[in-house]
């Protein structure tokens, strides 16, 4: 059966979505706020935020990512669970590993790694986002 998340919008430019990220044991967690983010290949948490988790074993990567801020190799760091949204739950999830401070609000993003596994519909009408899929993570 497909799961169903829909987000209210707010009028907002960005499109927050609520979250649960367990420690690397899974016996503790932390809600954050990840934006979803269609122009980013994957998702994205900020290196304070795993590390005040527990998460420390963070893989170089020898993939380079293009952005706006430059030209760069993130840190890897392999998620025991993440929750997105109380309805898709993802399991030993590898994410980039964001080295920027500041980021008041949020914790990271979703990616197109996600996002490309589910159907998302953006209704400017309603300003809703409506994401349906059925992961067997």
């Not at 690397?24 to 980013?40: E, F, Q, W």
């Not at 795993?50 to 420390?56: A, D, I, K, N, R």
């Not at 993130?74 to 999830?93: T, Y």
Request: net charge neutral; aromatic share 8%; charged share 20%.
């Amino acid at each position: 059966m497909d799961s169903l998340l829909t987000v209210d919008l707010m009028g907002s430019k960005t499109i927050p979505i609520k979250c649960y990220l367990y420690s690397p044991k899974k016996d503790y967690g932390m809600r954050v706020m990840l934006i979803y983010d269609t122009g980013a290949d994957k998702t994205s948490l900020t290196k304070d935020t795993l590390e005040y988790l527990g998460y420390t074993n963070f893989k170089q990567s020898a993939r380079m990512k293009r952005t706006a801020l430059g030209v760069f190799s993130p840190p890897i760091c392999d998620l025991s669970r993440l929750v997105i949204g109380n309805q898709f739950s993802l399991l030993n999830m590898p994410v980039d590993v964001m080295e920027i401070e500041n980021t008041p609000g949020f914790h990271g993003v979703i990616g197109m790694d996600f996002i490309s596994r589910v159907e998302s519909l953006i209704s400017g009408s309603n300003n809703t986002l409506t994401i349906t899929g059925n992961l067997q993570d």
